[in-house]
């Protein structure tokens, strides 16, 4: 059984960093995409950032530039490094999974981890 451990949140001040880490173990053949989504209080989770299995990334208008994902492919685990922070940031990050495992094919979501960013 896959689980996702995501690693990270906490407060902040605007301007600061923060890095997330998402840990996928379990049994694991591939990873085709993992995601970075946020959800802030009253509002829908929308995506911030994904990488796919070649390595591609993507990320939402709001935080180019200013976010970076990537991946350590021997760990199944994906980063996101946060600098620049702003109050608008402030949400639940979520980690999601989309691979083949031992089940079969799996789309998984992360428990989530808070960001507060404020003054």
């Known amino acids: 059984q896959v689980q996702l451990v995501e690693s990270g949140g906490g407060a902040v001040q605007p301007g600061g960093s923060l890095r997330l880490s998402c840990a996928a173990s379990?049994?694991?053949?591939?990873?085709?995409?993992m995601a970075w989504y946020r959800q802030a209080p009253g509002k829908q989770r929308d995506l911030v950032a994904h990488?796919?299995?070649?390595?591609?990334?993507n990320y939402a208008d709001s935080v180019k530039g200013r976010f970076t994902i990537s991946r350590d492919n021997a760990k199944n685990t994906v980063y996101l490094q946060m600098n620049s922070l702003k109050p608008e940031d402030t949400a639940v990050y979520y980690c999601?999974?989309?691979?083949?495992?031992?089940?079969?094919?799996?789309?998984?979501w992360g428990q989530g981890t808070p960001v507060t960013v404020s003054s």
């Open positions: 999601k999974f989309i691979g083949d495992t031992s089940k079969g094919y799996l789309e998984l």
């Open positions: 379990g049994i694991i053949f591939s990873i085709y995409k």
């Open positions: 990488i796919i299995s070649g390595g591609s990334t």
